[in-house]
């Protein structure tokens, strides 16, 4: 307990680096089709190689300790694809009017279904990084109680993390409000989910946690940015720009989080 507020610190700095990624994505006064193509395709990038570079390992890892090596990554993968097909419902339940995964909508004439378009990708975007930020900042706070040591490189870790995700909530945000401000209030409010995940996990979770459930947890937060990455921002990003700069893009934010977690490692 003597170490909460410095972990929390910690969870809070490192949650709040979305605003960065904002800030950074609002630069252009103007977001023309090929910047939201490659920044959309970047977005994507991020998702895809943090999923199972990152996350799916981590669940497999918690959940072969739990139930053993046979059953350990069936269960890892029955909650990836569990994640999959809950998003897909959702998806699925979606007027076709503003549902911004059917195709041909971004090339609509009318400028609202456009925004709208846009609109629905920040949120959705911006509720599958809240969800994958919220056991970041449980486990970030946690290394914070226990270990120092530990505790930093994890937040330097996220935090870099979180700066490329702050751009996937910012682009859309902005180009269907046309306002940098709000932009820039919903990468930093989708970065409150870490330290929110800090305060709930150690209220209530904490009693109930174990590597079952987190690995569980995890499996299927990486099927949900997984679908949303395939379905929605790849496809976004292709339909405003040439389909080699949302390449160009995707490689880039794989990158980027190849050399972060690198770095991470080397810590």
């Keep these: 307990m003597e170490n909460f507020w410095l972990a929390f610190g910690l969870t809070l700095l490192a949650g709040l680096c979305t605003g960065i990624g904002g800030l950074i994505s609002v630069v252009p006064r103007r977001a023309s089709g090929a910047f939201l193509s490659v920044s959309l395709g970047f977005s994507a990038g991020v998702m895809l190689y943090v999923s199972f570079m990152e996350i799916m390992p981590k669940a497999l890892e918690s959940l072969t300790a739990a139930n053993g090596p046979a059953a350990g990554p069936w269960a890892a993968g029955a909650a990836f694809f569990a994640g999959i097909l809950l998003i897909g419902v959702i998806d699925r339940l979606v007027p076709e009017q503003i549902n911004p995964h059917e195709p041909g909508l971004v090339h609509d004439p009318a400028a609202a279904v456009k925004r709208r378009r846009m609109m629905k990708t920040g949120t959705v975007t911006a509720l599958a990084i809240g969800v994958h930020n919220f056991p970041e900042g449980f486990a970030t706070f946690i290394a914070g109680l ?21 751009v996937a909530v910012a682009v859309p945000i902005r180009e269907a409000t046309g306002s940098r401000r709000k932009a820039v209030r919903w990468s930093f409010l989708s970065g409150l989910a870490e330290p929110a995940g800090a305060l709930i996990g150690f209220a209530l979770l904490m009693p109930f946690m174990n590597d079952f459930t987190l690995g569980l947890t995890f499996a299927l937060v990486a099927g949900i940015m997984v679908f949303i990455s395939l379905d929605e921002l790849l496809p976004t990003a292709r339909e405003y720009g040439k389909h080699h700069l949302a390449m160009y893009g995707l490689v880039a934010g794989m990158a980027v989080m190849a050399v972060s977690l690198l770095l991470f490692a080397t810590l």
């Design 146 to 166: 226990t270990d120092l040591q530990v505790a930093l490189p994890v937040a330097l870790a996220i935090a870099l993390h979180n700066i490329p995700e702050g």
